[in-house]
Structures are given as structure tokens and as C-alpha cells.
């Protein structure tokens, strides 16, 4: 059965330090998303992106985060640097986007901690 | 802002029985309807979705869509100790990303 896949799964980082955290999305899937999700919150959009161009970032801290999915297939997100109120856990999703199925489905997220 | 409701709970009902988890939304022009169970320390996994007004059933879930009033529903019938988790209710308009609630715990007791 066709996966999100998300490395790595788990993240223990000092605040002012660079993150990574890297997504490959379902095979053929066109539209890719970039959500954190807060401890007792639902996940919250920080970047969209249709292929390799981006359809939404309006919710994402430009000061420090970043994303990019050159190819239109994986994609990146960093964070530079990390701040103690990024710790969540951050969570890729990827959707076909065709006819009028906008179904999502997640990869299993990274939990990043940073101390 | 456009928002999605829900009743954090935790909603706990008995093994077997049926659990109603609810969900209100604010963006009239919101088309699609979606209900993700999560398990603590786990990702949302897609269970339901639901585009039309009316009952969707998918084994022991059924959604339910009411777009004047705003509400989707899930019940989930013959509820068993493994349904315990959180459900999210999300909402998207057309192309563009989930709109999630804060989710609902249930806790089905033996």
C-alpha cells in the first residue's frame, strides 16, 4: 500500500540550531503539505505545494522556516533556528488533487523536541 | 477565521455501544468533509469523507453532512476498546489545505 514517507521520525535538538526534516509524498500525488501540530491541538498548515511550485506559505515563519520541493516529488522543510516553541510534532501530507477527491493522507510526522 | 468546532471531551461510552462525535464549521464555501482518527503519538489516518448532504456508511462508520446548518457528524456503531483515540474533523474548500478541529477524545470502556 502506497506511503507518505518522512524521515526522521524523531528529533532532539538545542534551540538556535538547523533542523531538517524531509517528505516523500504517495506516488503520482501532485499536491503536497507541510502541517505542525501542537500537543492537545489539530495540525495547522504551514506550506502547500502543487508540484514544485508553492500555493500557500502565508502561515509559515519565513524569519526561520523554509521549504522546498525542487523536482515536485520530496520535499524539505528547515527551520533555522530552532526555537524553543517549535517543539511539535511536524507532519506531511500529499493528495492526487484530481476530479473532486481532495482526500489527505499523512506520513507518521517527526517529533521534534527542542531543549 | 474560519473555524472548526468540536467538544474535546473526552466522550466515553461503553463497548458497544454508539459514539456521535460532532463538528461545526464557518466557511459557507467549504466543499469537502473529512474525519481522522489519531492515536496518541501517532498521525491522523483518513477514515471517513463525506462531499454531499446526507448519510455516508463505511462498515461500523457513517458520516453525516448537514451544509445549512453547518455540521458533520460521525457515528461509529459497535464501539470497540480500539476506537479509543482522538478524531479530528477537517474541512477544505476547494483545493486548499485541511482546516482542522481540535478533536474529540473517546474512551470505549470493556
Known amino acids: 500500500e502506497a506511503e507518505v514517507a518522512q524521515s526522521p521520525r524523531y528529533k532532539i535538538t538545542e534551540k538556535s540550531q538547523a533542523v531538517a526534516f524531509w517528505c516523500d509524498p504517495i506516488s503520482g500525488h501532485a499536491t503536497l503539505y507541510w502541517y505542525r501540530q501542537i500537543l492537545g491541538q489539530g495540525p495547522e498548515l504551514l506550506v502547500q505545494?502543487?508540484?514544485?511550485?508553492?500555493?500557500?506559505d502565508s502561515q509559515l515563519p519565513k524569519d526561520r522556516f523554509s521549504a522546498e520541493r525542487l523536482k515536485g516529488v520530496d520535499s524539505t522543510l528547515k527551520i533555522q533556528p530552532a526555537e524553543l516553541g517549535d517543539s511539535a510534532m511536524y507532519l506531511c501530507?500529499?493528495?492526487?488533487?484530481?476530479?473532486?477527491?481532495?482526500?489527505?493522507?499523512f506520513g507518521p510526522g517527526t517529533r521534534l523536541t527542542v531543549t | 477565521q474560519k473555524e472548526v468546532e468540536q467538544n474535546s471531551g473526552p466522550l466515553s461510552v461503553p463497548e458497544g455501544a454508539i459514539a456521535s462525535l460532532n463538528c461545526t464549521y464557518s466557511d459557507r464555501g467549504s466543499q469537502s468533509f473529512f474525519w481522522y482518527r489519531q492515536y496518541s503519538g501517532k498521525s491522523p489516518e483518513l477514515i471517513m469523507s463525506?462531499?454531499?448532504?446526507g448519510d455516508k456508511e463505511d462498515g461500523r462508520f457513517t458520516a453525516q453532512l448537514n451544509k445549512a446548518s453547518q455540521y458533520v457528524s460521525l457515528l461509529i456503531r459497535d464501539s470497540q476498546p480500539s476506537d479509543s483515540a482522538t478524531y479530528l474533523c477537517a474541512v477544505e474548500r476547494s483545493g486548499y489545505a485541511l482546516n482542522f478541529g481540535k478533536g474529540t477524545s473517546l474512551l470505549v470502556t470493556p
Open positions: 463525506i462531499y454531499s448532504n
Open positions: 501530507a500529499s493528495s492526487s488533487g484530481l476530479g473532486f477527491s481532495y482526500e489527505q493522507y
Open positions: 505545494f502543487q508540484d514544485e511550485s508553492v500555493v500557500d
